[in-house]
């Protein structure tokens, strides 16, 4: 059974830090892996997807990495700003279904 | 990309009683999911709702408590019958389309 992780539930950090979210997923055979974000009262927001054949995504700042042999994926935020502080959450795709298999999250604190 | 416009984004509800959610897709979907999240916690699928077929419920949903609509490509109703406490919880559609879009949310208390 496929279960994900990620590790810190929680981080805070000063503006202008680089960061690391880490996801960790305990079966190698994913069609794909995604990063969301989501800020408290909205919905989730896409951030990267990276699919099974990838190794890395980049959007902006943003830059997320897959090693599917060890099970991980992690999601850098370069030069960090009050405005990123939000829950971050990785999930895991199995199959073109498109049924998602979700973190907890890593909530997120950016101190101005 | 694609729009998902959920509403409403948050309501109070008496025991007992129901409540549909909607939400509007402004692409033409095939595959529609619907979500709850628990205070502190991550997504559980309740349902795929796929156009011109009947919904899937994952285990611990039924379609008596949890019926999904899916009239056409572009949106889909979940209704919350028969409320207790413990539907309290925030309700998420989402969509796919080239990736994964989620409507805003809809913020549920029961009381």
């Known amino acids: 059974k496929q279960e994900v992780t990620q590790i810190p539930a929680a981080l805070s950090v000063p503006e202008g830090e680089n960061l690391v979210l880490n996801c960790s997923f305990t079966?190698?055979?994913?069609?794909?892996l995604q990063w969301f974000r989501q800020d408290p009262g909205k919905g989730l927001t896409s951030l990267l997807l990276?699919?099974?054949s990838q190794r890395e995504q980049t959007s902006g700042r943003l830059n997320a990495s897959l090693d599917k042999s060890s099970g991980r994926s992690t999601l850098y935020i370069a030069a960090s700003q009050p405005g990123d502080s939000a829950t971050y959450l990785c999930?895991?795709?199995?199959?073109?279904?498109?049924?998602?298999?979700w973190g907890a999250g890593t909530k997120l604190i950016i101190k101005p | 990309s694609a729009v998902i416009s959920q509403k409403p984004s948050r309501d109070i509800c008496q025991r007992g009683t129901s409540l549909t959610i909607q939400c509007q897709v402004d692409?033409?979907?095939?595959?529609m999911f619907w979500y709850r999240q628990q205070p502190g916690q991550s997504l559980t699928l309740i349902a795929t709702?796929?156009?011109?077929?009947?919904?899937?419920?994952e285990s611990g949903f039924v379609i008596d408590k949890f019926p999904i609509s899916r009239p056409n490509l572009t949106f889909s109703t979940l209704t919350v019958s028969n409320m207790s406490p413990e539907d309290s919880s925030i309700y998420l559609c989402?969509?796919?389309?080239?990736?994964?879009?989620f409507g805003s949310g809809t913020q549920l208390s029961v009381l």
């Open positions: 999930a895991v795709t199995l199959d073109s279904n498109y049924q998602l298999i």
């Open positions: 989402s969509a796919f389309y080239e990736k994964l879009f």
């Open positions: 079966d190698s055979a994913i069609y794909n």
């Open positions: 709702a796929n156009q011109g077929s009947e919904a899937t419920y």
């Open positions: 990276i699919q099974s």
């Open positions: 692409s033409q979907v095939t595959m």
